[in-house]
């Protein structure tokens, strides 16, 4: 009987599946690839790779000491301690370690972790915090990144400065089901379009670089200001703040581009996964000794009066590779 391992990259599950396809639990394994009356044998981890026949046989990770395992394990990222589970039973037994996922964990994990429930495991406390909790009196949304465990955050509208925010005939703070938050800001009508923001640098990773978006909908298309290049910033204060332009649509008809053009560095919304749009306001490096973040969407060129947007909030997380 032979047994052929399959791998589930993001949850790093093993699977053992038998020559007549079916499935059994994985035990440690070397692969011996026969290929026209030649063998080229090889670890789970080797390097040589051929299409061939597989043949089971002892795995060398199985006489390495668990606690040897897991100290090695903690030096990468959760993303590959989960991948790195389906090697041998060994090694899934040594990722579930405490000690293991506690060096994932943020330092101040203790303080984050929701006070109401008790947790069997780091390793379950670390994906309990990979979702969205409300920190703040509810005024920002705090988790970690599941693939590497580094801290994302938005802040809530009511967290932000918005220009005549307070007053009802110009913005409106509504309840939506799909937010996080217990209230969004609505736009009514505006002329001056102005929205500012600081936060503590504490709430993310230090030594990492960060990308901030606004999260928001559009109502009719957003009048006034879809099309309407925004001029947006991020950095750290003290520090030279670079500047872009954003659309909240991005959409212009024909009319429209033969009147404004189109211009092409203009950053377009982008539809999220949980129904929100986004807009990137830039990046920035976390690095040590700068205490604060702030931000800035400004629109105050345009004679035209604006409406129809909702603003949920602005959200950094960890900015990936283009």
Same mark, same amino acid.
């Given at each position: 009987m032979?047994?052929?391992?399959?791998?589930d990259?993001s949850?790093g599950?093993?699977?053992?599946?038998d &020559?007549?396809g079916? =499935?059994?639990?994985g *035990?440690? #394994?070397a692969l011996? $690839?026969?290929a026209?009356?030649?063998?080229?044998?090889?670890s789970?981890m =080797?390097?040589n *790779?051929s299409? =061939?026949?597989?043949? #089971?046989?002892p %795995?060398p990770?199985?006489?390495?000491?668990e606690?040897?395992?897991s100290?090695?394990?903690?030096f990468?990222?959760?993303?590959?301690?989960?991948?790195?589970?389906s090697?041998?039973k060994t090694?899934?037994?040594?990722?579930?370690?405490?000690s293991? @996922?506690?060096?994932?964990l943020p330092?101040?994990?203790? %303080?984050?972790a929701?006070? &109401?429930?008790?947790f069997s495991?780091k +390793?379950e406390?670390y994906?309990a915090?990979?979702?969205?909790?409300?920190i703040?009196?509810?005024?920002k949304s705090? /988790?970690l990144?599941?693939?590497? =465990?580094?801290?994302?955050v938005?802040l809530?509208a009511?967290? $932000?400065?918005?220009?005549?925010?307070?007053?009802?005939?110009?913005w409106?703070?509504? %309840?939506?089901?799909?937010?996080r938050?217990?209230k969004?800001?609505?736009?009514l009508?505006? @002329? /001056?379009?102005?929205?500012?923001?600081?936060?503590n640098?504490?709430?993310?990773?230090?030594g990492?670089?960060?990308?901030?978006?606004?999260?928001f909908?559009?109502?009719n298309k957003?009048?006034? $200001?879809?099309?309407?290049?925004v001029?947006?910033?991020?950095?750290l204060?003290?520090q030279?703040i670079?500047? *872009?332009?954003?659309?909240?649509?991005g959409?212009?008809?024909?009319?429209?581009?033969?009147? +404004?053009?189109?211009?092409?560095d203009?950053m377009?919304?982008?539809? +999220?996964?949980?129904? @929100?749009?986004?807009?990137?306001l830039?990046?920035?490096?976390?690095?040590?000794g700068?205490?604060?973040?702030?931000?800035s969407?400004i629109?105050?060129?345009?004679?035209? /009066?604006?409406?129809?947007?909702?603003?949920q909030g602005?959200?950094f997380?960890?900015?990936?590779?283009?």
């Amino acid at each position: 009987m032979k047994k052929e391992y399959k791998t589930d990259a993001s949850m790093g599950q093993t699977q053992g599946v038998d &020559s007549k396809g079916k =499935g059994k639990e994985g *035990q440690s #394994t070397a692969l011996t $690839l026969k290929a026209k009356d030649k063998e080229v044998s090889g670890s789970l981890m =080797g390097q040589n *790779q051929s299409v =061939g026949e597989i043949i #089971t046989g002892p %795995s060398p990770f199985d006489d390495l000491p668990e606690d040897c395992i897991s100290n090695i394990v903690a030096f990468t990222s959760p993303r590959d301690a989960c991948v790195s589970s389906s090697v041998s039973k060994t090694f899934e037994s040594a990722v579930r370690s405490d000690s293991v @996922w506690e060096k994932f964990l943020p330092l101040d994990y203790t %303080s984050l972790a929701p006070a &109401s429930r008790a947790f069997s495991s780091k +390793r379950e406390l670390y994906f309990a915090l990979c979702d969205h909790f409300l920190i703040d009196d509810g005024k920002k949304s705090f /988790w970690l990144e599941k693939g590497s =465990g580094k801290k994302c955050v938005m802040l809530a509208a009511r967290a $932000l400065w918005i220009t005549w925010g307070s007053s009802p005939e110009y913005w409106q703070w509504i %309840s939506m089901p799909e937010s996080r938050f217990e209230k969004v800001a609505e736009l009514l009508s505006v @002329w /001056w379009f102005e929205i500012r923001g600081k936060m503590n640098t504490r709430l993310i990773f230090l030594g990492t670089r960060y990308s901030a978006y606004i999260v928001f909908k559009t109502v009719n298309k957003c009048p006034g $200001l879809a099309d309407l290049p925004v001029e947006v910033g991020v950095g750290l204060v003290g520090q030279e703040i670079p500047k *872009q332009l954003i659309y909240f649509d991005g959409y212009m008809d024909k009319d429209a581009k033969k009147e +404004r053009g189109e211009m092409r560095d203009v950053m377009k919304p982008k539809k +999220r996964e949980d129904g @929100w749009m986004e807009a990137e306001l830039g990046e920035f490096f976390n690095e040590e000794g700068c205490n604060e973040i702030e931000l800035s969407v400004i629109e105050i060129k345009s004679p035209y /009066w604006k409406c129809g947007l909702i603003i949920q909030g602005i959200e950094f997380r960890p900015t990936t590779s283009r």
